[in-house]
RNA sequence: GGCGCCGUGGCCGAGUGGUUAGGCAGGGGCCUGCAAAGCCCCCUACUCCGGUUCGAAUCCGGACGGCGCCU
């Protein structure tokens, strides 16, 4: 009922899941078992120098196991979904070629999604106009940038219950650049590369027990010296691009250096922050994941967690 | 015991006769290239009892509770 192992289209083991639920340490124990390499579908753990505040493997458990698409990137690059998917690909192949096998480990489900159900390939889009035109979309009122967007593409507009600012600039954008709505592009575009087919594991947590661990690691984050790390980043960057994609908590530890707050107060918007993304996280693992996702209680074991993924089937070469 | 002030949804907090305050916390949801982002929805209360009024969270009386002062 499966591919054959060395199948270049198996589908890849994809541990997915919210924040804080122990996906790093059931990807290493995988990985470890299958001569797995980890691929990382986080968006924010691929920039350097930001490892404490994200949450990112550490060193000693990058040693464990070779890891791809953490803290690689220079603050304040842009890292999309479209990047993503492109490195993922590649680091994949490359991962295979070698005779180990990829195990993908992240809660960016957007980043997880494009895997198996890739973007479009996205035309070339003149960067400079893009830019002023972004610059000018987004200080429009909003009421206007919707109503521009819902001229512009209908069809996108009529699927949205709503186009919020973010979507509704890009949705002008791409027809006002490409000269084709976007809609059209999502639904007619050449895909930007072949679906790689995911056996998706998520790691859930009851409500407590998830807002309990987010409150500990806020905690752990700030001892293991988040407020150096900040401070580190302030220096290398003092423009203060490594704020662009507003990383959770980074703001608040900011402050608390400067002390304008106490680190009472940071450790308690961190947490606010977290578990707001936490909300939105299991949300869209609650719908955004294919029916055949398999679901594990996290509170159990690592180790435990780790067998049942590796025996819901085949997944590496040495089966 | 007397006098005064106060009593709004989980919390904070407006509102002084007739529309939904608002914020925070909590919950549900959306999502096709900024996704740790962007956005939507829900949670409709006025301590209790009587009265005035067409109509009271809002006025009057009482009860209860809290705070303060006095004795």
Not at 133 to 154: K, N
Not at 167 to 185: F, K, N, P
């Given at each position: 009922m499966t591919r054959p192992d060395h199948d270049p289209v198996a589908a890849v083991t994809a541990i997915v899941g919210p924040t804080a639920t122990g996906k790093t340490e059931v990807g290493l124990r995988v990985a470890e078992r299958t001569g797995g390499e980890i691929v990382s579908a986080d968006s924010r753990q691929a920039f350097r120098g930001m490892e404490i505040g994200t949450a990112a493997p550490t060193r000693a458990e990058r040693s464990r196991v070779p890891h791809h698409g953490v803290a690689f990137l220079a603050p304040g690059e842009r890292y999309g979904a479209g990047r993503f998917t492109r490195l993922a690909r590649d680091w994949m192949a490359a991962i295979r070629e070698r005779g180990r096998v990829p195990v993908l480990v992240g809660g960016t489900g957007l980043f997880v999604r494009a895997l198996e159900r890739p973007l479009f390939r996205e035309p070339p889009l003149?960067?400079?106009?893009?830019?002023?035109?972004?610059?000018?979309?987004?200080?429009?009122?909003?009421?206007?940038?919707?109503?521009?967007?819902?001229?512009?593409?209908?069809?996108?507009?009529?699927?949205?219950?709503?186009?919020?600012p973010q979507?509704?600039?890009?949705?002008?954008?791409?027809?006002?650049?490409?000269?084709?709505?976007?809609?059209?592009?999502q639904a007619h575009g050449p895909q930007a590369a072949a679906p790689v087919p995911l056996r998706v594991f998520v790691l859930e947590l009851p409500g407590d027990v998830h807002r309990d661990r987010i409150e500990r690691r806020a905690g752990a984050a700030l001892e293991a010296g988040w407020g150096a790390e900040v401070q580190a980043l302030r220096a290398a960057c003092p423009d203060g691009a490594w704020l662009a994609g507003r990383p959770l908590g980074y703001r608040a530890v900011a402050e608390w250096m400067d002390g304008r707050i106490s680190r009472d107060e940071a450790r308690r918007r961190i947490v606010r922050e977290t578990w707001a993304y936490a909300r939105r996280q299991r949300t869209w693992f609650r719908h955004q994941v294919p029916d055949s996702a398999v679901r594990l209680d996290a509170r159990r074991p690592a180790a435990e967690l780790a067998e049942a993924v590796l025996g819901a089937g085949p997944s590496g070469p040495a089966a």
């Open positions: 003149d960067p400079l106009r893009r830019r002023r035109l972004e610059e000018w979309l987004y200080g429009a009122a909003p009421d206007r940038l919707a109503d521009w967007a819902r001229r512009l593409d209908p069809e996108l507009a009529g699927r949205l219950p709503r186009l919020d979507r509704a600039a890009r949705a002008v954008e791409v027809a006002l650049l490409s000269g084709r709505r976007l809609s059209w592009w």
